[in-house]
């Protein structure tokens, strides 16, 4: 690790490994934090507005929209703008 205030030059790929961790785990059970009133809840508990490109996941606290999922002609697309945090389990933790 490199000490603070050091700045990395290597591109994302470098955090292949560490980024694969991340993407790779069951979301629905992730405890996601809203950015509107700051309630944790695992994304499941999120409410579904189905859009035709994809879904809208809003705060049953706030009506915040948290996990936005489109699908294009270009790939899927993530938005998590209106999710303070959201954590994956450690796959590594029994
Ligand atoms: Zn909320």
Redesign the pocket.
Known sequence: MSAEGERSTLDGNAAGGLLREVFAFDATVAPTT??????TRPMAELMLYAIELGAIL???????P?VRIGRTSRGLWLDLR?ATTVVAADPATP
């Open positions: 809203c950015v509107g009133c700051g309630r809003r705060c049953p606290s706030c009506d915040q948290v209106g």
